[in-house]
């Protein structure tokens, strides 16, 4: 059996999420090349999740959906793939469809799990039910939710090799790239501070970013908070924004509308800080904080810090 594994890999270090991808990949079973585009470094450390091989297109830079599916076709059909993984991202989602509707093959979006009796397990009705999805054709393309599965970390080196097939003329060019935010990406991050309307204003964020700092966390918000520009779009999660899965979401004058959380109520541990205690969120938490969040925040911080001082 052979997988090819498509995967995002430009910037300073390698995305966990491509990691994870690979890792997949690899526990399905058979040799597995990973296929990736522009100047990703340390690729052949891809080796130590399972893949043999690495092919990357270095002339393509950008996300052109139709370059990109050429890219993974060409390769899926060289090395005989019968599966092809994506990242369930921006990336994964532009192409998975595009090479599933040209290969022929049957697609299962937001795959979370390895394969169970051969069904591969997703989540449907905006997180509120699973539903397990048997592929009958004979090529499958399946994207990885992040934060789906723990990272295999082998001793492996892959071989990295150039691609040179021709991939035409790109249909996109890029003018300026301005990087959304510093700290650890949301998609990625193990741990999130998140705050609504229940923060009052933009000006009282301070607290929100300190503990975030603290606990080695991303921020993320609510869509009206993001809507009345009191933070970023690139922080809005739910059905609407970013689909996160962290090991701990902190959710803080969050009422816990059914859009929010369609985006996080797959994280691991949700502690919720709110002072109505009839607020929805309490019904989706792990654990729960009935308080002022001005009152309950600077005391969070405060226990961060003795925690941090005493490693
Ligand atoms: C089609 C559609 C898509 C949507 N998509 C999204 C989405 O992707 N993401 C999303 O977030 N929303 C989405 N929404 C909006 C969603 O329905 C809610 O309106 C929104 O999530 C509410 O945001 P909030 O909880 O920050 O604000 P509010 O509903 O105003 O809740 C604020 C909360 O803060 C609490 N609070 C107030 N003061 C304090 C205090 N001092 N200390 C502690 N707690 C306090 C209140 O008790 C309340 O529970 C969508 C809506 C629609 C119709």
Redesign the pocket.
């Known amino acids: 059996m052979s997988t090819i594994v498509f995967i995002d890999t430009r910037g300073e270090k390698l995305p966990k999420a491509a990691q994870e991808a690979v890792t997949f990949a690899s526990q399905l079973g058979g040799t597995v090349t990973a296929v990736t585009f522009g100047d990703g470094k340390a690729l052949e450390s891809l080796g130590a999740q399972g893949a043999s091989k690495v092919i990357v297109a270095r002339n393509v830079k950008t996300v052109d959906g139709q370059q990109l599916t050429k890219l993974v076709c060409d390769i899926a059909q060289k090395e005989n793939a019968t599966t092809i993984v994506c990242v369930n991202d921006a990336t994964g989602k532009a192409v998975s469809p595009r090479v599933a509707a040209r290969l022929k093959a049957g697609h299962v979006a937001g795959v979370t799990a390895l394969p169970d009796g051969g069904l591969f397990r997703r989540n449907v009705f905006s997180g509120k039910a699973r539903a397990w999805v048997e592929v009958t054709s004979a090529v499958k393309v399946l994207s990885l939710s992040p934060n789906s599965i723990p990272l295999a970390k082998g001793e492996g080196t892959a071989t990295v090799e150039d691609y040179s097939g021709d991939l035409g003329t790109a249909r996109i060019t890029v003018k300026e790239l301005r990087k959304a935010g510093s700290g650890v990406p949301l998609p990625e991050a193990e741990r999130v501070v998140s705050?609504?309307?229940?923060?009052?204003g933009p000006e009282k964020w301070g607290g929100v970013e300190e503990l975030a700092t603290l606990l080695n966390a991303a921020t993320a918000?609510?869509?009206?908070?993001a809507d009345m520009h009191w933070r970023p779009h690139h922080e809005?999660?739910?059905?609407?924004?970013v689909a996160i899965r962290p090991n701990l979401y902190i959710a803080?004058?969050?009422?816990?509308?059914?859009?929010?959380l369609?985006?996080v109520n797959q994280s691991k541990v949700i502690c919720v800080?709110?002072?109505?205690p009839e607020?929805?969120?309490f019904k989706a938490a792990d654990y729960g904080i009935v308080?002022?969040?001005?009152?309950?925040l600077p005391k969070l911080i405060e226990a961060a810090k003795k925690l941090n001082a005493e490693r």
Do not use: L, Y
């Open positions: 705050a609504g309307r229940g923060m009052k918000c609510s869509r009206p908070v809005h999660v739910g059905q609407t924004g803080i004058g969050i009422s816990g509308a059914i859009q929010h369609a985006g800080i709110n002072n109505d607020a929805p969120f308080g002022d969040a001005f009152e309950v």
